[in-house]
């Protein structure tokens, strides 16, 4: 049976040299392990002697403490009967949450700019900061939503629409609206239970999840979180995942977690190849980084220093910069699954990977957080049918960025995307757990069925560019590698 310890015991042993603290209602012994802790022991200092579970649920995975720990330091359970109104306040030095209270209802929400409204008065001045920034002077981040607003539709009418269809796949997987859950790190910084809640919402509405090598749990505890069976039941069929793996220096890291996500039954994985290095994203450096966040799978873990505290930055130096064409073998060797290159962003890599044989491209400049002035990709559609159509038939295309309204899905469709990934805004509907995940793809479903009725189809096989006027922006699309009328020097080949 295990051992009982009192508030007033637990109190005594707070300093560095014999330092216990409560995580979840266990009792740890961290004298040894303090000075060793990837996130530097001032953290555990602050909470030595109390309840550190608050701080440590918000970034870490249950399992990790335990699975860190030997044995022998964990000490026994928490009297509940012995804890006073003193020891239970958190450290002073610690920012207090927002409360839950704060947040509109739910209920009340009608678009997804209202997730965004929310969490925004919500969420910590840190989180909200890591997600909502993006590259320099936030043009791209801008132009990614703008641009969906610069193509115009070309309604049709007295066609009967009663019954519309939104279903679709996505590299041979079937889902209810033709959207998925893009890539995005350390959801756990919005929900105590990040991408498994994610994953919760996802299942429930049939659409597929694509999971971060940056995410807040390993993967097989995310695969686990819905893996009961009628617990979260999908509207049709098992809930398709897909893993996004940012290549690691350390290439062998790489080829074990492929061989772990095809063991557990991921459907493909989304290779990220537009960021070699972080995008310099100046709101998140100016808000200093929590040294206790840390992510599973990739090892990452934050820190701050000279030149601020973006999460992005420090905790994407594992990445290797030297990742080229030449690699594809490589990753081909290292796993059987479909591979689907994400963040290309012009017609000629488009080309050079339909050329070996890729099976997905997403195009994507990373949510505007990489490079400043990149550019949309609902434009990026546009250049493919430009300079490049025969892609389409070789290859499935997708898209993320921006997308905030059925419309721009729709857009999206029309000029050949398959479906369309959303990053930002399923964290911002995680604020609200399962049910907000569920409403954010309610109201997009909706909006899409709207437009599909409005434009005069029953089916998305029936999109086609004639329904799209696109006159505003053709004169952005370029034609070829070369500037149509600049000269320069004589240039290297890429």
Not at 183 to 204: I, N
Not at 221 to 241: D, Q, R, T
Not at 383 to 408: A, H, S, W, Y
Request: aromatic share 6%; glycine share 8%; hydrophobic share 40%.
């Amino acid at each position: 049976m295990a051992r009982v310890i009192s508030v007033q015991e637990i109190s005594k042993h707070n300093i560095p040299e014999d330092l216990w603290i409560v995580v979840d209602d266990t009792v740890y012994d961290l004298t040894e392990f303090a000075p060793e802790h990837p996130g530097g022991a001032g953290i555990i200092h602050r909470y030595a002697g109390r309840d550190a579970t608050a701080s440590y649920n918000e970034i870490h995975a249950p399992s990790l403490i335990k699975n860190t720990l030997h044995p022998s330091k964990i000490l026994g359970t928490l009297d509940p009967s012995s804890i006073t109104e003193e020891w239970a306040k958190p450290p002073p030095t610690v920012s207090k949450s927002f409360s839950p209270d704060a947040k509109p209802p739910l209920d009340t929400f009608i678009n997804t700019h209202d997730f965004v409204s929310a969490a925004r008065q919500t969420l910590t001045p840190k989180t909200w900061a890591f997600y909502s920034s993006a590259a320099t002077d936030l043009n791209t981040k801008a132009r990614n939503t703008s641009a969906y607003a610069d193509i115009g539709l070309r309604p049709r009418v007295l066609i009967n629409v009663k019954d519309v269809d939104t279903s679709t796949s996505m590299l041979g997987q079937k889902m209810n609206v033709p959207i998925f859950c893009a890539p995005a790190a350390m959801a756990k910084m919005v929900h105590l239970d990040g991408e498994k809640e994610l994953a919760r919402g996802c299942r429930a509405k049939g659409i597929p999840q694509c999971v971060s090598t940056n995410a807040s749990f390993p993967i097989n505890e995310i695969f686990e979180s819905v893996s009961e069976k009628g617990l979260y039941g999908a509207e049709e069929g098992e809930m398709p995942f897909f893993f996004q793996l940012y290549v690691d220096k350390q290439r062998e890291k790489s080829e074990k977690l492929l061989q772990q996500v095809e063991k557990l039954g991921v459907k493909a994985v989304f290779v990220t190849v537009d960021a070699p290095v972080p995008g310099k994203r100046e709101a998140d450096e100016r808000v200093k980084a929590d040294e206790s966040l840390s992510t599973p799978m990739s090892g990452a873990k934050a820190k701050n220093d000279a030149k601020g505290g973006a999460l992005g930055r420090i905790m994407g130096s594992y990445i290797d910069a030297s990742l080229s064409w030449s690699d594809i073998s490589w990753l081909r060797k290292s796993t059987k699954l479909p591979i689907v290159l994400k963040g290309v962003q012009t017609n000629m890599d488009v080309k050079k990977a339909a050329d070996l044989g890729i099976e997905g491209i997403l195009l994507s400049n990373h949510g505007g957080r990489s490079l400043d002035t990149a550019p949309p990709p609902i434009l990026l559609l546009l250049e493919l049918q430009k300079n490049c159509p025969e892609v389409f038939d070789k290859m499935e295309i997708f898209v993320d960025g921006g997308v905030m309204r059925g419309t721009d899905i729709f857009k999206a469709l029309c000029l050949g995307a398959k479906s369309v990934g959303i990053g930002r805004g399923f964290l911002y509907a995680l604020n609200y757990g399962q049910e907000g995940v569920e409403k954010f793809i309610e109201i997009l479903k909706d909006e899409l069925e709207t437009t599909m009725r409005m434009i005069g189809i029953t089916d998305l096989s029936q999109v086609h560019p004639g329904m799209l006027n696109t006159g505003a922006v053709d004169h952005l699309i370029p034609s070829g590698e070369e500037h149509p009328y600049a000269k320069w020097r004589p240039r290297s080949k890429i």
